[in-house]
């Protein structure tokens, strides 16, 4: 069946930096869209980045542009997530997605907490 588990989480003071990472499994990877989500607590779950299917454009939401970079290895079948800049405000449960390109077909990651804090 279709997994992806999410891991590189944890506490950061601001300014520090992370990498997250999505392992995928199931699914012909290079056929999804690839995208990171966060959700803070009382706030709507929101798409930060994505990567396409090729791999070869990405998008970021203005909040994190410039700070945040995604990027996708084909062969180990992973996405990530770098985070530079933290501030408190990134503090949330990240969360990765796959989509079907072209369709509606999706999947979730279990989530990882962030939680940027002096």
């Known amino acids: 069946q279709v997994q992806l588990v999410e891991s590189g989480g944890g506490l950061v003071q601001p300014g520090g930096s992370l990498e997250l990472s999505c392992a995928l499994s199931?699914?012909?990877?290079?056929?999804?869209?690839k995208n990171w989500y966060r959700q803070a607590p009382g706030r709507e779950r929101e798409l930060i980045a994505s990567v396409s299917a090729s791999g070869r454009s990405t998008n970021y939401a203005d909040s994190v542009k410039g700070r945040f970079t995604i990027s996708a290895d084909n062969p180990k079948k992973t996405v990530y997530l770098q985070l530079n800049s933290l501030q408190p405000d990134d503090t949330a449960v990240y969360f990765c997605n796959a989509r079907l390109t072209n369709t509606e077909i999706n999947y979730w990651g279990q989530g990882t907490q962030v939680t940027v804090s002096s």
């Open positions: 199931g699914l012909t990877f290079s056929s999804y869209v």
